[in-house]
């Protein structure tokens, strides 16, 4: 039996963000921005993949980040579609009144 070649995946162009919000923000605040960033892959049709999460590691090494989001890019073409892209430019509106800090990462997705 020949063997089968396996297609190597496409690289995705990973976006990182991490939020520490404001101690003043609430949670209805936190789950409004929660609720806009999620929104994103639907306004975006250059987002090719989104996932989000909340911290919960029991090393106590983050720095009061809370929040991660990856939103997946096929092309730094994409990226540059996504980041001035008006529904983006919303979203940071909903989020500025309660961020604290940012930390943002963009790499090529490597296995």
């Given at each position: ?17 991490l939020f520490?919000?404001k ?5 209805e605040?936190?789950k409004?921005?929660e ?13 090719a ?7 919960n ?18 092309s ?36």
């Open positions: 039996m020949a063997n089968a070649q396996k297609k190597e995946p496409a690289k995705l162009l990973r976006h990182a963000v520490k919000f101690d003043t923000s609430s949670p605040d936190i409004k921005v609720e806009a960033f999620k929104a994103l892959p639907t306004q975006i049709k250059e987002i993949d989104f996932e989000w999460g909340t911290n590691s029991p090393e106590n090494l983050n720095q009061g980040f809370t929040h991660l989001f990856f939103v997946s890019f096929k730094e073409k994409d990226r540059e579609v996504y980041l001035p892209h008006p529904a983006h430019k919303a979203f940071v509106g909903v989020l500025g009144p309660h961020l604290d800090k940012v930390l943002v990462l963009d790499y090529w997705a490597s296995k």
